[in-house]
């Protein structure tokens, strides 16, 4: 089986990176599914790269419902949590292949499904991106296909999202765009021609962190507070918030920051709601750009 696993090893990291949105989280399913294959009786096993997926995605649904119920932060002491035993070819994950993954994958979608549900994030990645068949999925759920076609089509509905709503959606979805794009680049002058003159910033006190929300007035002040979200702004996309266009950003597959924006008729933007608060992003409706 270790052979197998080896041969394997490229496909079941990319479906753990996908369940669990984080290249380290995905390193450490690796090995302790290579753990349990290891131990397992493995003789009567007619597909064993079919076995293999399940025995990885079983553990990334048990590493997702532990997280909904710890809300840990998964940069803690990461190390320190892997297997002793050594997964064969194991890698690890550094920043730069953490970027370049959450740009192959979309940044946007890992973080729609990093607001989903631990059953409908597992329905939707197997059967929607790895063809694995609904009754394989349904028996690691313990529900019905039936039920599981369910949880897969909730998932697919918040992915895929809706038309902005707004009848001046392309012209402000230009915008959210150039703003990602300036951020991202530390243009400065890029970032100041999208700002209306009487722009304000809010932020509430887990952004920064601060003892209290702070606010920015101005168009050079709010830009300069921009530039400071460069090394964020890797790990974001646009999104629904709420209904409206706006910025999400998920490092390690775990939603961290929210931007909200208002404009002028002109399309300039004259607000933005920065949000980190965990109990505040949980109230957000986010999804995909239809």
């Known amino acids: 089986m270790a052979e197998r696993f080896e041969q394997d090893r490229p496909r079941l990291r990319a479906v753990a990176y996908r369940i669990l949105g984080s290249l380290g989280?995905?390193?450490?399913?690796?090995?302790?599914a290579w753990l349990r294959a290891d131990r397992a009786d493995t003789s009567g096993v007619e597909n064993p790269s079919g076995w293999l997926t399940t025995v990885v995605a079983r553990v990334c649904l048990n590493m997702l419902r532990a997280r909904d119920t710890?809300?840990?932060?998964?940069?803690?002491?990461?190390?320190?949590?892997?297997?002793?035993?050594?997964?064969?070819?194991?890698?690890?994950a550094d920043p730069a292949e953490e970027v370049q993954l959450a740009d192959e994958v979309g940044i946007a979608l890992l973080i729609v499904l990093d607001t989903l549900g631990p059953a409908e994030r597992l329905a939707f990645?197997?059967?929607?991106?790895?063809?694995?068949?609904?009754?394989?999925?349904?028996?690691?759920?313990?529900?019905?296909?039936?039920?599981?076609?369910?949880?897969?089509?909730?998932?697919?509905r918040r992915v895929r999202g809706v038309p902005a709503p707004d009848a001046d959606a392309p012209r402000r979805r230009r915008a959210v765009d150039a703003y990602l794009a300036a951020t991202?680049?530390?243009?400065?002058?890029?970032?100041?021609?999208l700002l209306h003159p009487d722009v304000v910033l809010r932020a509430d006190a887990a952004v920064v962190p601060t003892?209290?929300?702070?606010?920015?007035?101005?168009?050079?002040?709010?830009a300069r507070g921009a530039m400071a979200s460069m090394a964020r702004a890797r790990f974001t996309g646009v999104l629904l918030v709420d209904g409206r266009l706006g910025l999400a950003m998920a490092e390690n597959g775990?939603?961290?920051?929210?931007?909200?924006?208002?404009?002028?008729?002109?399309?300039?933007?004259?607000?933005?709601?920065?949000?980190?608060?965990?109990?505040?992003?949980?109230?957000?409706?986010?999804?995909?750009?239809?």
Do not use: C, N, W, Y
């Open 184 to 193: 991202r680049g530390g243009d400065f002058d890029a970032l100041v021609a």
């Open 70 to 92: 710890r809300r840990e932060d998964p940069l803690d002491d990461a190390t320190d949590r892997r297997p002793a035993t050594a997964l064969p070819g194991a890698r690890t």
């Open 25 to 32: 989280e995905a390193d450490d399913a690796l090995q302790d």
């Open 254 to 290: 775990r939603l961290r920051v929210v931007l909200r924006f208002t404009f002028a008729d002109d399309g300039l933007i004259t607000g933005i709601d920065v949000i980190a608060e965990p109990g505040r992003l949980s109230t957000l409706d986010i999804s995909g750009i239809g």
């Open 125 to 156: 990645v197997l059967h929607d991106m790895f063809d694995v068949p609904f009754d394989d999925i349904a028996a690691m759920l313990d529900k019905t296909p039936a039920a599981t076609r369910q949880l897969a089509s909730r998932a697919r």
């Open 211 to 222: 003892p209290g929300p702070i606010e920015i007035t101005g168009v050079e002040p709010v």
